[in-house]
């Protein structure tokens, strides 16, 4: 079984049981979730996809959830990725549990982008402190890429993980 841990926190594989949609407001989850409305419908939606993963952070010393990221798989050859999600309890951890995520996809040399709409500040703030940079802007969203060495180069990395 997957899993992802530094001891502290680890990511393990959505399930159905696992509440994630329903953290959220419909307009918050909509930021990072476009066409979904309900837990039921994510769950249906990753059951049949062979392209997007989804996975779930919890703290190691009690197993409770705090955060999620979902993967979507960009090229057919499965070499670049982007990768979205929001936590919804204690955000150290969750930068700590992105950080441990990000790593993981780049250490399997997988290009690792993201993307969000230009009003959602806060992702924005959260993808560019870890060391995204941005490489496309539209009218209404902003694209940006990591690899490793902006990534071990950030604030965050070296707070963490040094």
Request: hydrophobic share 35%; net charge positive.
């Amino acid at each position: 079984m997957f899993s992802i841990s530094n001891g502290t926190i680890k990511w393990v594989p959505y399930s159905r049981e696992e509440v994630v949609c329903g953290r959220y407001s419909l307009d918050d989850w909509h930021k990072a979730v476009h066409d979904i409305d309900s837990d039921d419908q994510w769950a249906n939606f990753l059951e049949k996809s062979d392209f997007v993963k989804c996975y779930i952070l919890k703290l190691c010393k009690n197993d409770k959830s705090i955060a999620f990221v979902y993967t979507m798989q960009e090229d057919l050859k499965g070499t670049t990725f982007s990768i979205h999600g929001g936590g919804w309890e204690n955000p150290l951890m969750y930068y700590r549990g992105y950080i441990l995520m990000l790593q993981h996809l780049l250490d399997q040399g997988i290009k690792v982008r993201t993307y969000c709409s230009l009003s959602n500040i806060a992702a924005i703030r959260f993808d560019r402190s870890v060391g995204f940079v941005p490489y496309k802007y539209t009218d209404k969203e902003v694209f940006m890429w990591i690899n490793t060495k902006r990534l071990k180069s950030s604030k965050l990395y070296k707070y963490f993980y040094h």
